[in-house]
């Protein structure tokens, strides 16, 4: 019995969907645990490239029975347009995946409001409804996958919400209301299409670990994303970090076996908010450029910069990763010099913890080591031996500034571009 977490351990897009495709031949169950359609994990296998956004990326191999968790915010138009779109691919998901009844919908306003909040003092989200969906689950106002099963129910808890969410809408942003009768219709036929999938998810997935299966958890978005972690208000609104897997899907943290960190060699960011290893000159662009830095979900240009190794540090306390799989190694093959943030300096002075609080996180002075770079193609390395001696130097370099073992390293996004230790 094996139940491992994976959380990306950046600022997402790690390429936590290609490692737990490997991982997953592995595994018995792969579970989403937070987060929702915000999250763009590609997987690609042979030249075929796969996007998904709330399907845990264990949907490709067969045999693994895909989770999502309570802890996840599913918009139901997301989830089936996803679900459509494997099955055009001939991916059979009957019986394979089961979602739980206490996760919350995303809403049409929630979706409209993400985007109408994003006025000023910009987070820069994805505009999935992921905040607002989160805010009125904890403002015990959600409208849950369990409530599809009862249309009265909905519909006055549709209703009830829409009152509220038009008033809003109306007073506040000045914008048109929401028709309400339009989104109980689309609702109400949700049940049909979303039913067969619901499961008491929990009890699911306890008597699967009872039994002796090996459950992988899939987090979305990364370690500084977290909204109690991260650079906050920078963040999203759930814990991307392996606390949040139990909370999220009802596995206990004394079933809970390792963690695995995925870790880009280099460090992205997608939205605003603090970065101090960001680069704005042409190794940046090159980062991006080779590396493909792009949204998996929006499209947007991804924020590049240097490995920061103080982060990880922080990354791997508040996690407790064990091992870590180093992704994107490859996109470093052409710089002739690596920088690697090895600590940061504020007025003059070292710090000692990792500052959370954006005043200071904006403030800080990366201090950084020059490590020789190896100016080789490695995407065609198959072991650790065929890699150059510059690359192996920057994986003890970072591995041992950061704390953690590597067990994976990933040199191209297709399977067999990667090298398990
Ligand atoms: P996720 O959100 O953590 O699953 O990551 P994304 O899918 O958003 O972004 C990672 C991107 O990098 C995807 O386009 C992957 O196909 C790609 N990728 C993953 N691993 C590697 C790698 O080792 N090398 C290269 N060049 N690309 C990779
Ligand atoms: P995966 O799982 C990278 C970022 C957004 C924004 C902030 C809040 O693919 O790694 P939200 O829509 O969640 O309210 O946006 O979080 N963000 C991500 N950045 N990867 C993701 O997911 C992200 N999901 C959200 O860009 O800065
Ligand atoms: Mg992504």
Same mark, same amino acid.
């Given at each position: 019995? $094996?139940?491992?977490?994976?959380?990306?351990?950046?600022?997402?897009d790690?390429?936590?969907?290609?490692?737990?495709? *490997? !991982?997953?031949?592995?595994?018995?169950?792969?579970?989403?645990?937070?987060?929702?359609?915000?999250?763009?994990?590609?997987?690609?296998?042979?030249?075929?490239?796969?996007i998904?956004?709330?399907?845990?990326?264990?949907?490709?191999?067969?045999?693994?029975?895909?989770?999502?968790?309570?802890g996840?915010?599913?918009?139901?138009?997301?989830?089936?347009?996803?679900?459509?779109?494997? $099955?055009?691919?001939?991916?059979?998901?009957?019986?394979?995946?089961?979602?739980?009844?206490?996760?919350?919908?995303?809403?049409?306003?929630?979706?409209?409001? &993400?985007?109408?909040?994003?006025?000023?003092?910009?987070?820069?989200?994805?505009?999935?409804? *992921?905040?607002?969906?989160?805010i009125d689950?904890?403002?015990?106002?959600?409208?849950?996958?369990?409530?599809?099963?009862?249309k009265?129910?909905?519909?006055?808890?549709?209703?009830?919400?829409? $009152?509220?969410?038009?008033?809003? !809408?109306?007073?506040?942003?000045?914008?048109?209301?929401?028709?309400?009768?339009?989104?109980?219709?689309?609702?109400?036929?949700?049940?049909?299409?979303? &039913?067969?999938?619901?499961?008491?998810?929990?009890?699911?997935?306890?008597?699967?670990?009872?039994?002796?299966?090996?459950?992988?958890?899939?987090? @979305?978005?990364?370690?500084?994303?977290?909204?109690?972690?991260?650079?906050?208000?920078?963040?999203?609104?759930?814990?991307?970090?392996?606390?949040?897997?139990?909370?999220?899907?009802?596995?206990?943290?004394?079933?809970?076996?390792?963690?695995?960190?995925?870790?880009?060699?280099?460090?992205?960011?997608?939205?605003?908010?603090?970065?101090?290893?960001?680069?704005?000159?042409?190794?940046?662009?090159?980062?991006?450029?080779?590396?493909a830095?792009?949204?998996?979900?929006?499209?947007?240009?991804?924020?590049?910069?240097?490995? &920061? @190794?103080?982060?990880?540090?922080?990354?791997?306390?508040?996690?407790?990763?064990?091992?870590?799989?180093?992704?994107?190694?490859?996109?470093?093959?052409?710089?002739?010099?690596?920088?690697?943030?090895?600590?940061?300096?504020l007025?003059g002075?070292?710090?000692?913890?990792?500052p959370?609080?954006?005043?200071?996180? $904006?403030?800080?002075?990366p201090?950084?080591?020059?490590?020789?770079?190896?100016?080789?193609?490695?995407?065609?390395?198959?072991?650790?031996?065929d890699?150059?001696s510059e690359?192996?130097?920057?994986?003890?370099?970072?591995?041992?500034?950061?704390?953690?073992?590597?067990? *994976?390293?990933?040199?191209?996004?297709?399977?067999?571009?990667? *090298?398990?230790?």
């Amino acid at each position: 019995m $094996e139940v491992t977490i994976l959380v990306g351990s950046q600022w997402g897009d790690e390429g936590k969907g290609k490692i737990v495709d *490997i !991982l997953s031949n592995k595994f018995d169950i792969v579970a989403r645990y937070q987060g929702g359609a915000n999250a763009g994990h590609t997987i690609v296998i042979k030249d075929k490239q796969y996007i998904l956004h709330l399907i845990p990326s264990g949907i490709l191999r067969k045999d693994v029975t895909c989770v999502i968790g309570n802890g996840v915010v599913i918009d139901p138009v997301a989830l089936l347009d996803e679900i459509h779109f494997l $099955e055009s691919q001939n991916i059979n998901i009957t019986g394979r995946l089961l979602i739980s009844q206490n996760a919350h919908l995303i809403m049409p306003y929630h979706k409209l409001l &993400d985007s109408l909040k994003e006025g000023t003092d910009k987070i820069g989200t994805t505009g999935r409804g *992921i905040g607002p969906c989160y805010i009125d689950k904890y403002a015990r106002k959600g409208i849950r996958i369990v409530d599809l099963l009862n249309k009265e129910d909905l519909e006055k808890k549709i209703r009830r919400n829409l $009152e509220e969410k038009n008033n809003l !809408l109306k007073k506040v942003y000045y914008h048109e209301e929401l028709d309400v009768d339009a989104i109980v219709k689309e609702y109400l036929a949700f049940d049909e299409a979303i &039913d067969p999938y619901i499961a008491d998810v929990s009890t699911y997935l306890n008597n699967q670990i009872l039994a002796g299966k090996n459950v992988l958890m899939e987090g @979305a978005q990364g370690a500084l994303l977290d909204v109690d972690f991260g650079t906050y208000p920078y963040v999203t609104s759930s814990n991307p970090t392996s606390g949040g897997a139990s909370t999220g899907t009802g596995i206990p943290p004394t079933k809970i076996t390792s963690v695995i960190g995925i870790v880009k060699a280099y460090t992205t960011r997608v939205g605003n908010g603090p970065f101090p290893t960001e680069l704005f000159d042409a190794d940046g662009e090159k980062l991006r450029k080779v590396g493909a830095e792009f949204g998996a979900t929006t499209g947007r240009p991804r924020r590049c910069g240097w490995f &920061d @190794a103080e982060l990880l540090k922080y990354s791997r306390m508040i996690n407790g990763i064990e091992r870590a799989a180093i992704t994107k190694l490859d996109v470093l093959g052409s710089f002739d010099k690596i920088k690697v943030c090895v600590g940061y300096e504020l007025n003059g002075k070292k710090l000692h913890t990792f500052p959370t609080d954006i005043v200071r996180m $904006e403030k800080v002075t990366p201090i950084y080591e020059i490590l020789p770079g190896w100016n080789t193609d490695i995407s065609n390395a198959r072991s650790y031996d065929d890699l150059p001696s510059e690359a192996k130097n920057y994986l003890d370099f970072i591995s041992e500034h950061s704390g953690f073992e590597i067990s *994976i390293i990933s040199v191209g996004p297709k399977r067999v571009q990667t *090298i398990e230790l």
